[in-house]
């Protein structure tokens, strides 16, 4: 029997897999369908390509529950953090990077590293038998053939929902007479967006046309299928309300406007590329078709003369009801040879799917290696996510969800003197006992990849 772990899918999860792996000294093969197959998102090759945003969200470690997860795999050696870190581009308080250049440095890694061999296939279906340690980290993407393999090992129907992708536009084409640089309440460097302002007469304008666009229709088999509520299409946040938008992604408050009176909402714009020569529209994810993408977004103050890099689209995501099919090791309890990573698990986003990917390659590696597997408290944010999809999450009503606070056992509700610890004090009791209890998972990293375990 091989010493090989096998991965499959080239994606966030399935990289920091490999690398895991290859860290720890196991022999790894990546297999990345692209592009022999290709998905109805991707547009490169590319390993760990980012298919929506480019905004990793949050880097504050204190208060944020997303930025506490980039701490826990920046001091667990994850590949995903060390490459954002140095292909990051300016976003406030935000970790973004340079999307071509974060997959190019993914790759790079991966393909200079000894133990890694990539291989470009696609695995229709269960792999072989031979193959005793497997990690499935196909992704939101999931081909036909491996979620239909995967249905039928679990004996539930995979659930699904669609994923919004958000239109990017060409700086040189904004007209900055009316658009301006600022970043709310001037956090990060304080000019971090490009901000396009709209009076109330333009405001409701753009959501008369979002509401009436002409939209991408949906096959049969994907109408039942429902969003997930941290990346909504701008026109069905539209349709739950006239000032839904003023009060959520385009909400003025923090700003002034050097050009004009103080605005009724705006339109953002974040950095997609280090260059600085592209930006996309911060929460104008979209099912809109491209023409009326086009006639729609150019009313925007600011964006009349917009070139679009890439206009939104949609895609169908897959995953699996994690609390009633995976153990705490996230193997299949039906097939234990294999584990699941990423988001095909349930959970959201890709920091979320690169630190399960993170854990599941550790996992695999310690038990090559025949050391016990050890489960981060759930305390931390690992652990938290973690417990959330293999078994936190409620199993009649799994739906994905991103890393919060929520996940977090709750902290003392009250301090040494009884007083009430809320808001920003809270936060930082979850972050600071999140970092103590992070201790006893970093000694066994230092075990899982010491010579002597090999």
Same mark, same amino acid.
């Given at each position: 029997?091989?010493?090989?772990?096998?991965?499959?899918?080239?994606?966030?999860?399935?990289?920091?897999?490999?690398?895991?792996?290859?860290?720890?000294?196991?022999?790894?093969?990546?297999?990345?369908?692209?592009?022999?197959?290709?998905?109805?998102?991707?547009?490169?090759?590319?390993?760990?390509?980012?298919?929506?945003?480019?905004?990793?969200?949050?880097?504050?470690?204190?208060?944020?529950?997303?930025?506490?997860?980039?701490?826990?795999?920046?001091?667990?050696?994850?590949?995903?953090?060390?490459?954002?870190?140095?292909?990051?581009?300016?976003?406030?308080?935000?970790?973004?990077?340079?999307?071509?250049?974060?997959?190019?440095?993914?790759?790079?890694?991966?393909?200079?590293?000894?133990?890694?061999?990539?291989?470009?296939?696609?695995?229709?279906?269960?792999?072989?038998?031979?193959?005793?340690?497997?990690?499935?980290?196909?992704?939101?993407?999931?081909?036909?053939?491996?979620?239909?393999?995967?249905?039928?090992?679990?004996?539930?129907?995979?659930?699904?929902?669609?994923?919004?992708?958000?239109?990017?536009?060409?700086?040189?084409?904004?007209?900055?007479?009316?658009?301006?640089?600022?970043?709310?309440?001037?956090?990060?460097?304080?000019?971090?967006?490009?901000?396009?302002?709209?009076?109330?007469?333009?405001?409701?304008?753009?959501?008369?046309?979002?509401?009436?666009?002409?939209?991408?229709?949906?096959?049969?088999?994907?109408?039942?299928?429902?969003?997930?509520?941290?990346?909504?299409?701008?026109?069905?946040?539209?349709?739950?309300?006239?000032?839904?938008?003023?009060?959520?992604?385009?909400?003025?408050?923090?700003?002034?406007?050097?050009?004009?009176?103080?605005?009724?909402?705006?339109?953002?714009?974040?950095?997609?590329?280090?260059?600085?020569?592209?930006?996309?529209?911060?929460?104008?994810?979209?099912?809109?078709?491209?023409?009326?993408?086009?006639?729609?977004?150019?009313?925007?103050?600011?964006?009349?003369?917009?070139?679009?890099?890439?206009?939104?689209?949609?895609?169908?995501?897959? $995953?699996?009801?994690? *609390?009633?099919?995976? &153990?705490? #090791?996230? @193997?299949? !309890?039906?097939?234990? %040879?294999?584990? =699941?990573?990423?988001?095909?698990?349930?959970?959201?986003?890709?920091?979320?799917?690169?630190?399960?990917?993170?854990?599941?390659?550790?996992?695999?590696?310690?038990?090559?290696?025949?050391?016990?597997?050890?489960?981060?408290?759930?305390?931390?944010?690992?652990?938290?996510?973690?417990?959330?999809?293999?078994?936190?999450?409620?199993?009649?009503?799994?739906?994905?969800?991103?890393?919060?606070?929520?996940? $977090?056992?709750?902290? *003392?509700?009250?301090? &040494?003197? #009884?007083? @009430?610890? !809320?808001?920003?004090? %809270?936060?930082? =009791?979850?972050?600071?006992?999140?970092?103590?209890?992070?201790?006893?998972?970093?000694?066994?990293?230092?075990?899982?990849?010491?010579?002597?375990?090999?």
């Amino acid at each position: 029997m091989s010493n090989t772990v096998h991965v499959i899918g080239g994606g966030l999860a399935g990289a920091e897999a490999a690398w895991q792996l290859a860290t720890a000294g196991i022999p790894v093969i990546l297999h990345e369908m692209r592009p022999v197959r290709t998905t109805p998102a991707h547009r490169t090759d590319g390993l760990a390509e980012l298919v929506c945003s480019n905004s990793l969200r949050s880097d504050d470690a204190d208060y944020n529950a997303v930025g506490l997860l980039h701490e826990e795999m920046r001091r667990s050696g994850s590949l995903i953090l060390a490459t954002a870190d140095a292909r990051k581009v300016p976003a406030g308080g935000a970790l973004a990077v340079d999307r071509d250049g974060f997959s190019a440095g993914v790759q790079a890694a991966l393909d200079g590293h000894p133990l890694v061999t990539v291989v470009r296939e696609e695995i229709a279906g269960l792999p072989p038998p031979e193959w005793d340690n497997v990690i499935v980290a196909t992704g939101p993407l999931t081909s036909p053939a491996m979620a239909e393999a995967l249905r039928g090992l679990t004996g539930v129907d995979s659930l699904a929902f669609f994923d919004a992708i958000a239109p990017i536009v060409v700086k040189d084409s904004i007209d900055f007479s009316k658009a301006w640089f600022q970043s709310r309440y001037d956090k990060g460097t304080g000019s971090d967006y490009i901000n396009c302002p709209l009076d109330r007469d333009q405001y409701y304008g753009l959501v008369d046309a979002l509401i009436a666009g002409d939209k991408v229709g949906f096959h049969d088999w994907e109408k039942d299928t429902p969003y997930f509520e941290g990346c909504l299409p701008i026109e069905v946040m539209a349709e739950r309300g006239r000032d839904t938008l003023a009060f959520g992604p385009m909400k003025p408050v923090g700003l002034t406007n050097p050009n004009g009176p103080k605005p009724f909402a705006v339109v953002q714009l974040r950095q997609d590329n280090a260059l600085g020569t592209l930006f996309n529209l911060v929460g104008f994810q979209t099912k809109l078709r491209h023409a009326e993408q086009t006639r729609i977004l150019r009313a925007i103050p600011g964006l009349e003369g917009a070139e679009f890099a890439r206009l939104g689209g949609l895609h169908r995501n897959t $995953f699996v009801n994690g *609390p009633r099919v995976l &153990d705490r #090791g996230l @193997r299949l !309890k039906a097939a234990p %040879r294999l584990r =699941l990573a990423g988001q095909v698990t349930g959970c959201e986003g890709y920091v979320e799917s690169a630190a399960i990917g993170l854990l599941a390659g550790l996992f695999a590696a310690a038990e090559r290696l025949g050391r016990p597997p050890l489960v981060p408290s759930e305390a931390t944010a690992l652990g938290a996510l973690l417990g959330h999809v293999t078994g936190g999450g409620e199993a009649d009503t799994y739906q994905p969800m991103n890393i919060n606070f929520g996940l $977090f056992p709750p902290p *003392p509700e009250r301090d &040494d003197n #009884g007083r @009430r610890i !809320k808001g920003r004090d %809270r936060k930082k =009791l979850y972050s600071s006992r999140a970092r103590n209890e992070l201790v006893p998972w970093l000694d066994w990293l230092a075990a899982i990849r010491s010579p002597e375990t090999g």
